[in-house]
């Protein structure tokens, strides 16, 4: 069976694999978050230094949503998504630092560094 030619140059592709952030970075998360509830994969093409974990938790208990659609996740929603993404983001780095990598960083307008870890949270349904 013959293969599709990919778009991405080969070295590019050997760099993706080859990107070692992610499996600690993986690692810790579903450790902490459950191994069913953490997707993390590195940046395609350009981006392949970036790596983004995804995220699954249940809805806080005191969600209010459902009184108040329009303003989109209430308050106690975007709390526990802030919350779970700085912990995660705490935890990504620590695992990193333990296997003695960095993760990429890029540097803002402001002069800082910025890590290239993206974490996105979603709810359960
Ligand atoms: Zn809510």
């Known amino acids: ?26 690692n810790a ?8 509830n953490v997707t993390v994969r590195n940046g395609t093409g350009t981006a392949w230094g970036w790596v983004h974990a995804g995220i699954e938790i249940n809805k806080p208990l ?3 949503c459902n009184y108040d659609v329009k303003a989109g996740y209430c308050h106690n929603c975007r709390d526990a998504m802030r919350y779970t993404s700085v912990g995660a983001n705490a935890i990504a780095l620590e695992a990193l630092k333990k296997e003695s990598l960095e993760p990429y960083t890029y ?9 290239e870890i993206l974490i996105e949270i979603h709810f359960k349904d």
């Open 62 to 64: 005191f969600c209010i």
């Open 29 to 36: 998360l579903a450790k902490k978050y459950g191994a069913r």
């Open 107 to 115: 540097s803002d307008d402001m002069g800082g560094e910025n890590a």
């Open 1 to 26: 069976m013959k293969t599709k030619p990919s778009k991405v140059p080969a070295r590019v592709q050997k760099e993706i694999k080859m990107n070692k952030l992610c499996k600690p970075i993986k």
